[in-house]
């Protein structure tokens, strides 16, 4: 079973607002990763987790938090978005991090107003 | 940037075997090859991966040349379903790799009635 799961699968906010993404996965996996997929773009990595602890943050603002409280759910928190940050937000998760293949959930899609 | 490079679109008849290339003239000794998928607002999903061997499953077959500057996916009977963005990423085994997934543009694969 590579099984990811995230929620919601559509989110509407408007930017004053406050949310939550969550992603879980019950493989045993030790590394988990948000990625940011713009509309007819590629994914863009933004946080890697490594047993629950924060490895990479490829240079993402503040409004993004994310949160590992434990290896098998990782959360993204959105604060004070902008309308541009709308895209498909995808978790992947690996058994390690680094070199074994990364199973991906199904996004959420996130429209800012 | 992706080290990859492959054509934007590619169409295919149902049935048939869809073969799509992919160049990575500039692989290093200690990178393999992935294939993704990603069907229409989902999640990529795994296909498969190789280093110099070719390497088949029950999805897919990956032919990688001697060189391995480069290396074909070849999916024997297409469908419908099939119809999706295909990227084909090398991805480094060993302390380099920081679990950051790079993807390029993709081919988009059109099955076709």
């Known amino acids: 079973d590579t099984e990811v799961t995230q929620t919601p699968k559509h989110l509407v906010m408007g930017m004053t607002n406050k949310k939550s993404l969550k992603c879980e996965q019950h493989?045993?996996?030790?590394?988990m990763y948000w990625y940011k997929q713009k509309a007819k773009k590629p994914p863009e990595l933004m946080f890697v987790?490594?047993?629950?602890?924060?490895?990479i943050n490829e240079s993402v603002p503040s409004r993004f938090s994310p949160e590992c409280p434990n290896s098998s759910l990782l959360n993204l928190h959105l604060h004070a978005l902008q309308p541009e940050d709308s895209a498909l937000y995808l978790c992947?998760?690996?058994?390690?991090?680094?070199?074994?293949?990364?199973?991906f959930g199904p996004g959420t899609r996130l429209t800012v107003l | 940037d992706a080290k990859t490079t492959q054509p934007p679109s590619m169409d295919c008849a149902e049935g048939r075997a869809a073969n799509l290339p992919c160049n990575h003239s500039?692989?290093?000794?200690?990178?393999?090859v992935y294939w993704y998928r990603q069907i229409h607002s989902q999640g990529p999903q795994y296909i498969i991966h190789?280093?110099?061997n070719n390497e088949t499953n029950e999805m897919a077959s990956l032919i990688i040349t001697e060189d391995r500057k480069s290396s074909t996916l070849i999916l024997p009977h297409a469908t419908l379903r099939d119809t999706a963005v295909y990227y084909c990423?090398?991805?480094?085994?060993?302390?380099?790799?920081?679990?950051?997934?790079?993807f390029g543009q993709g081919t988009t694969l059109q099955v076709k009635p």
């Open positions: 990423i090398v991805w480094p085994h060993g302390s380099s790799n920081t679990g950051k997934l790079i």
């Open positions: 190789g280093l110099k």
């Open positions: 500039t692989i290093s000794g200690n990178e393999y």
């Open positions: 992947a998760s690996s058994q390690e991090r680094g070199e074994d293949t990364q199973y």
């Open positions: 493989m045993g996996h030790r590394a």
């Open positions: 987790y490594s047993y629950e602890k924060l490895s």
